[in-house]
Structure formats: structure tokens, C-alpha cells
């Protein structure tokens, strides 16, 4: 089923710095949209840059949700109902070294124009007061705003896995840039449509492949595989 997404303000930060467990790929991102949208979305992907498996669980917290609007978590293992802020211990999610955690924060306004902050903490199970990354997302939903829909599933990268090079489907990307698994940037591009990017020159691995818009939206970001 087709989904729709809006953000007007969403920021993200990492609590420490650069080159502990976890990286979070930031995604600044201005989408507009209206009350009528039931499944409004983010996903953000979080990188274990170290050595050893992470075992990790989450806990939300809500400022000032406008009445009537409901939120709710998806991790790698499950999607929680929206009374649910913590993620069960019994379930926490399990990251392998160099592997990527994605979560989604879903909003249904109900209908209803307002805003409403969300902040995500990230910890491991065995050291709960310990928290390794913080999600920060501002949700704001306004009736005069305009929509241009675009799905997720619309923008597709190909081929994957690749051996030198792929291509981007959709010509609402205006740059893509590349990533290590660990998080610094590899290639930079200025998207055409039908152009070919070129990659024969990387090693073999996991990329992370960012696509923004001409307004630097993030629109999607996809693993590639290198071979």
C-alpha cells in the first residue's frame, strides 16, 4: 500500500563523537504535507562502527503530542503498539559488527494540524544508563501546505549488488552520496537521470547510498553491495 510521509523539521544528532559504537547517517530533511496523511514516517539508519556485536535497546519520549495524534516505534525486530515507549527487553535488537540498524518513527495526525518533538534514546541491554545515540524528530502538520507524494519504494537503485557501477530510478534525486560502513563519505554525485555512477574503483563491501533532492532533502538512503 502506497504511503505517504511528511517532516517539516527534522534534525538528528549522536550523543559523543565520531568513532564510538554507533553512527548515526544524518538526515536533515524539510517535507510538506496535510492532516489527512495517516502514516507519516522517517527512517533512520544506525551504523555499529565497532569490532564487536551490539545488543541494543530503545526507549521514546513525547513533547507535548497534540491530542488525538498517535506515534509509534519500528525496529529490525518489531513494530510497537503507540502506548509502548520502551522497547522489551526480551526482544532487543541485535546488530553485528559493521552492520546497520534501521528504525522508523511513525505519526498519524489524525486528521489534525499541530507539532509534536520525539526524541529516541539508544542503549545496550547489559548497560542501561550507558546511551550510546539519541534520535531527534520534530514533527509539524499543517493544512495549508501541499504534497508532492512520493513513496520510498519509488526510488530504486540498480543493479545490487554491483560490480562497477549502478543507476538511480527516480528523477526527483538530485545528488547521491556514498558512504563506508562506518560512516565516512566515499563519492559524491550530482544525479542525472539515466547516468551510470561509477564504483569500480572502491574495494569489495557494504555502502551506504544517500539520495537527496535539489533542496537537499533526504529522500532515501539504500545499501549497496560491492563486489
Not at 547510498?209 to 532515501?220: A, I, S, W
Request: charge should be negative; proline fraction near 6%; aromatic fraction near 10%.
Amino acid at each position: 500500500m502506497k504511503q505517504n510521509y511528511l517532516i517539516i523539521f527534522f534534525f538528528l544528532f549522536v550523543t559523543g563523537l565520531f568513532g564510538q559504537a554507533l553512527t548515526v547517517i544524518d538526515y536533515p530533511a524539510v517535507v510538506e504535507g496535510t492532516p489527512d496523511q495517516n502514516d507519516i514516517y522517517l527512517y533512520v539508519d544506525i551504523i555499529n562502527s565497532s569490532n564487536e556485536e551490539q545488543v541494543l535497546l530503545w526507549e521514546r519520549s513525547i513533547k507535548s503530542p497534540p491530542d488525538g495524534w498517535l506515534t509509534w516505534i519500528c525496529d529490525e525486530i518489531n513494530c510497537y503498539l503507540p502506548n509502548i515507549d520502551r522497547c522489551s527487553e526480551s526482544k532487543p535488537n541485535v546488530i553485528p559488527a559493521g552492520d546497520t540498524l534501521q528504525m522508523q518513527i511513525h505519526v498519524n495526525p489524525n486528521n489534525m494540524e499541530g507539532s509534536m518533538d520525539i526524541d529516541v534514546a539508544i542503549f545496550p541491554l547489559d548497560d542501561q544508563e550507558n546511551i550510546m545515540a539519541t534520535i531527534s524528530a520534530t514533527f509539524n502538520v499543517a493544512q495549508t501546505t501541499s504534497v508532492k507524494e512520493l513513496t520510498r519504494e519509488e526510488i530504486k537503485i540498480f543493479p545490487n549488488p554491483t560490480t562497477d557501477q549502478f543507476q538511480i530510478s527516480h528523477p526527483a534525486v538530485a545528488r547521491i552520496t556514498l558512504f563506508n560502513i562506518v560512516g565516512n563519505e566515499m563519492r559524491t554525485f550530482n544525479a542525472v537521470p539515466g547516468r551510470t555512477y561509477d564504483v569500480s574503483d572502491l574495494k569489495s563491501g557494504l555502502y551506504l547510498v544517500r539520495m537527496t533532492d535539489e533542496h537537499n532533502k533526504v529522500l532515501k538512503t539504500v545499501r549497496l553491495s560491492k563486489r
